[in-house]
């Protein structure tokens, strides 16, 4: 690649680190993205229309209602394309609601470089704010009860840091950031280790001094895990009547966690059973983008 790349500001590397992100993580991402949409490093469009030494004003906008996240990640992609002839000033933090027609941020840079920022910046900021959206939207679903929405491992390849921090700006919490922050035994592993409490006696064996959460089918299996000193216990399809139930041989004893089948409509019935946490897959890889877009002007005086 041929095109320039500068690193983050002292300003953005504040706003990501204040946000619980790892700058070197989102600028090594960031460069990703910009190096894989710059290619070679001519925008062919921009080249044949904009002058070289034109500045211009270049102003992201929300389109829809939704809560935004992600926006030091677009600011990162501002400072790796625009260096320090740059200024940016934000409108909106992230976990705030916004309106349709509601400016996010507003950015002064020569117009070669706006206009090559602003595709990644939009990816960025329109998919962690379409997650921040949806998570907001199932943590209302099941307001009044005592139950908590939480994510999955089931994340786009490399920008698992990013999603897991729309799902906490939305109102949700994190399930386990990789395969060592907790064990979570699945049918498989039970299968290799021949039941619920052979399985959970070997992970505890190995690892004493982390939480085991064990994926059950049905409360039989819900029982063999209780006695086993289970932590969490994961109820998989369960019908409402047997969540009942798991909740109450449960209480005092594990947390539970509830999954599969899982809607936005079934949701408050579910989190009054008495569960803990919604496991919700869907908040992280199937999640609307929420509508963002970004507006030129050519003058340095908005």
Same mark, same amino acid.
């Given at each position: 690649?041929?095109?320039?790349?500068?690193?983050?500001?002292?300003?953005?590397?504040?706003?990501?680190?204040?946000?619980?992100?790892?700058?070197?993580?989102?600028?090594?991402?960031?460069?990703?993205?910009?190096?894989?949409?710059?290619?070679?490093?001519?925008?062919?469009?921009?080249?044949?229309?904009?002058?070289?030494?034109?500045?211009?004003?270049?102003?992201?906008?929300?389109?829809?209602?939704?809560?935004?996240?992600?926006?030091?990640?677009?600011?990162?992609?501002?400072?790796?394309?625009?260096? !320090?002839?740059?200024?940016?000033?934000?409108?909106?933090?992230?976990?705030?609601?916004?309106?349709?027609?509601?400016?996010?941020?507003?950015?002064?840079?020569?117009?070669?470089?706006?206009?090559?920022?602003?595709?990644?910046?939009?990816?960025?900021?329109?998919?962690?704010?379409?997650?921040?959206?949806?998570?907001?939207?199932?943590?209302?679903?099941?307001?009044?009860?005592?139950?908590?929405?939480?994510?999955?491992?089931?994340?786009?390849?490399? *920008?698992?840091?990013?999603?897991?921090?729309?799902?906490?700006?939305?109102?949700?919490?994190?399930?386990? *950031?990789?395969?060592?922050?907790?064990?979570?035994?699945?049918?498989?592993?039970?299968?290799?280790?021949?039941?619920?409490?052979?399985?959970?006696?070997?992970?505890?064996?190995?690892?004493?001094?982390?939480?085991? !959460?064990?994926?059950?089918?049905?409360?039989?299996?819900?029982? !063999?895990?209780?006695?086993?000193?289970?932590?969490?216990?994961?109820?998989?399809?369960?019908?409402?009547?047997?969540?009942?139930?798991?909740?109450?041989?449960?209480?005092?004893?594990?947390?539970?966690?509830?999954?599969?089948?899982?809607?936005? !409509?079934?949701?408050?019935?579910?989190?009054?059973?008495?569960?803990?946490?919604?496991?919700?897959?869907?908040?992280?890889?199937?999640?609307?983008?929420?509508?963002?877009?970004?507006?030129?002007?050519?003058?340095?005086?908005?």
């Amino acid at each position: 690649m041929n095109y320039p790349t500068y690193r983050l500001s002292a300003y953005t590397t504040g706003l990501l680190a204040d946000a619980g992100m790892s700058p070197l993580d989102v600028e090594s991402l960031v460069l990703r993205a910009v190096t894989e949409d710059i290619g070679d490093g001519v925008d062919v469009t921009t080249m044949a229309t904009v002058p070289v030494d034109q500045r211009g004003v270049l102003v992201l906008a929300a389109r829809a209602e939704g809560v935004v996240a992600g926006v030091p990640v677009a600011a990162a992609v501002f400072d790796v394309v625009c260096g !320090e002839d740059r200024e940016i000033d934000i409108h909106v933090v992230d976990g705030e609601q916004i309106s349709a027609g509601q400016t996010i941020m507003r950015v002064r840079a020569r117009t070669h470089d706006l206009l090559r920022a602003e595709r990644p910046a939009l990816n960025f900021l329109g998919h962690l704010s379409g997650i921040a959206t949806s998570t907001a939207q199932w943590v209302a679903a099941i307001t009044g009860t005592s139950a908590a929405i939480r994510d999955t491992r089931k994340t786009t390849p490399g *920008m698992r840091e990013l999603e897991k921090y729309a799902v906490r700006v939305g109102g949700g919490v994190n399930h386990r *950031m990789n395969l060592a922050d907790a064990a979570l035994v699945k049918d498989n592993h039970v299968l290799a280790a021949g039941g619920v409490a052979e399985a959970f006696a070997a992970v505890r064996a190995v690892s004493p001094d982390i939480d085991v !959460e064990v994926e059950v089918d049905d409360l039989d299996q819900l029982d !063999e895990a209780l006695d086993a000193g289970a932590d969490l216990i994961l109820v998989d399809n369960f019908p409402l009547e047997d969540m009942v139930e798991a909740a109450r041989r449960s209480k005092g004893r594990a947390r539970l966690e509830a999954s599969g089948g899982l809607d936005l !409509e079934r949701a408050p019935a579910v989190a009054a059973t008495g569960v803990d946490y919604l496991a919700v897959g869907a908040l992280t890889h199937s999640a609307p983008v929420l509508d963002i877009g970004a507006d030129l002007s050519v003058s340095d005086r908005d």
